[in-house]
């Protein structure tokens, strides 16, 4: 980061701050481990979690009340004022940045995570169809809430910057809310890069790895990582795997079996479908892990037939691990817009597809020469995206907003 930027005074805002949730709140947590050693941080948040318990050196935290947890656009709205009110300076704090990762009608730096409510309501749809949802709209106070919020956080100001998090987002965004166009910028989220990839690790990490997660030692394990199991596209990869194990295109010592990683209230629904589909045996629900390295160091492939991923965090940490991976493309997921397919990832075009995607897996699986070249290219693009290189991005751009004037040097 820049050796002559000056000590900023910077707020974060996000409900929840912790490394073991959601991307957005990865994304965030990384940003202020990041940027603590050189600016004065605080967070607003109504909960917050450190995998080791340990609060960021020199980080000050603000807890944030919670009277109404449901519903959550009450609680969105409960947040928003009551981080407006605790950064104002009529409350005694002056911020130089307020960073807000939420859905908050102010703040000077807005990072978006997720498409656009209005992107949902109205994109795609016209003439009687665009009335109809106002009609929703309007009788829905949540939907009111979200489209205001949202309405007032995108409003151009000289003094605003918006933040997305992929190319295909921004186009997103923009069609959305064109009047913000020439605020927003694209700073992907990052990774901090393992000294030793899970490829270079060796049999035996592997070994171990698969013996602490319960998984069998021998044979190939694809992983699966995620929080919504419908939405990251599991129902599509379980029947992919019941594609490749019903097939005699693999030799029996070849056939996968699943890891499935993540809290998910929908894993009851999944263990069914996998019933049904006759692979309950060889499909491992982990549930959520603290350490999910342990979950890359056990893999063979990392397979993402999402349906919607703004960036997907999880395809960029297994490729920092030397991970092949098998992932939607960039309609889908925003980080295949950085990828180039057969050279550091298989790129598939139709998640809802199970046999195109076992006949990625089944490529992967059985071509030793291709993985060498996927884990090579996927290590070599994650080096690229590491954290502090993201950091550098986002100091670059409080300091524009703090002082619009300010010539910025990069180190």
Not at 13 to 41: D, K
Not at 136 to 163: C, D, F, I, M
Not at 218 to 245: H, P, R, S, W
Not at 287 to 292: E, I, P
Request: hydrophobic letters at 45%.
């Amino acid at each position: 980061m820049s050796g002559t930027a000056p000590r900023l005074r910077v707020a974060v805002l996000t409900r929840n701050f912790s490394g073991q949730a959601g991307g957005a709140e990865r994304y965030a947590m990384a940003l202020v481990e990041q940027l603590a050693a050189r600016h004065e941080i605080h967070v607003f948040a109504q909960s917050v979690e450190h995998a080791n318990g340990i609060p960021i050196p020199g980080v000050t935290y603000h807890a944030v009340s919670m009277p109404f947890r449901k519903p959550r656009w009450v609680n969105q709205l409960w947040f928003a004022t009551a981080t407006w009110w605790g950064t104002r300076a009529a409350s005694g704090s002056r911020f130089d940045v307020v960073h807000a990762h939420e859905n908050t009608w102010h703040g000077n730096v807005q990072t978006v995570h997720v498409l656009p409510v209005r992107h949902n309501l109205f994109v795609g749809r016209s003439g009687v169809k665009v009335a109809l949802r106002w009609l929703k709209v309007l009788t829905s106070p949540r939907l009111l809430a979200y489209l205001w919020l949202e309405r007032q956080r995108y409003a151009p100001n000289a003094g605003r910057a918006v933040v997305v998090t992929s190319e295909s987002l921004r186009s997103i965004f923009v069609a959305a809310y064109p009047r913000a166009a020439g605020m927003t910028s694209v700073i992907t989220p990052g990774i901090a890069l393992p000294a030793v990839s899970a490829a270079s690790a060796g049999a035996a990490a592997k070994s171990m790895a698969r013996q602490k997660l319960g998984l069998p030692v021998a044979g190939n394990c694809v992983l699966f990582v995620g929080n919504d199991f419908q939405k990251k596209g599991l129902q599509t990869l379980l029947e992919a795997i019941g594609l490749l194990q019903a097939s005699d295109t693999l030799p029996t010592s070849s056939l996968p079996f699943l890891a499935v990683v993540g809290h998910c209230a929908q894993q009851p629904h999944f263990r069914q479908q996998a019933e049904r589909l006759g692979i309950a045996s060889q499909v491992y629900f982990l549930g959520g892990l603290d350490d999910v390295s342990l979950a890359y160091r056990a893999a063979d492939c990392l397979a993402h037939p999402t349906r919607e991923d703004t960036f997907a965090m999880v395809v960029l940490e297994a490729m920092a691990h030397a991970l092949p991976v098998v992932v939607s493309d960039a309609r889908y997921c925003g980080i295949s817009g950085l990828l180039a397919d057969d050279i550091n990832a298989l790129i598939l075009d139709d998640p809802r597809d199970p046999a195109l995607l076992a006949a990625l897996l089944q490529r992967v699986l059985s071509d030793p020469a291709l993985r060498r070249q996927l884990s090579a290219g996927a290590r070599e693009l994650a080096s690229g995206h590491q954290w502090s290189d993201v950091a550098r991005l986002q100091e670059a751009l409080y300091l524009q907003v703090a002082d619009p004037t300010a010539i910025i040097y990069a180190s």
